[in-house]
């Protein structure tokens, strides 16, 4: 069964900054096309970035551009989500999501099979 599990999340300042990790067991994790989504309290899943199985390819959210850098370690079968700059409103449950296979990097949700449990981040001002 595949199950993404992510890990980082936590409390911090606006400002400062967070990395999330994702890593997968019972999935090529690494010819897949993975994202990263976030829903807040009271508001659907948005997409925040996305990535291709080699890397080469990337896609962001306009709110999360310029701040926050996803990458992966095929090595390592593990995504992350490098977040600087952080607001209040980046205050979100995120959400590691992986494709069924090698797809253009997308936005939308239904494209993304296996979905993690999330963690939490909290941004305070």
């Known amino acids: 069964q595949v199950q993404p599990v992510e890990s980082g999340g936590g409390l911090v300042q606006a400002g400062g900054s967070l990395r999330l990790s994702c890593a997968a067991s019972g999935l090529t994790f690494n010819s897949v096309t993975v994202a990263w989504f976030r829903q807040a309290p009271g508001k659907e899943r948005e997409f925040v970035a996305a990535i291709s199985w080699s890397g080469s390819s990337t896609k962001y959210a306009d709110s999360v551009k310029g701040r926050f850098t996803i990458s992966r370690d095929n090595t390592k079968n593990t995504l992350y989500l490098q977040m600087n700059s952080l607001k209040p409103e980046d205050t979100a449950v995120y959400y590691c999501?992986?494709?069924?296979?090698?797809?253009?990097?997308?936005?939308?949700?239904?494209?993304?099979?296996?979905w993690g449990q999330g963690t939490q981040v909290t941004v305070s001002s």
């Open positions: 999501a992986a494709a069924p296979v090698s797809t253009v990097v997308t936005s939308t949700p239904n494209n993304y099979r296996y």
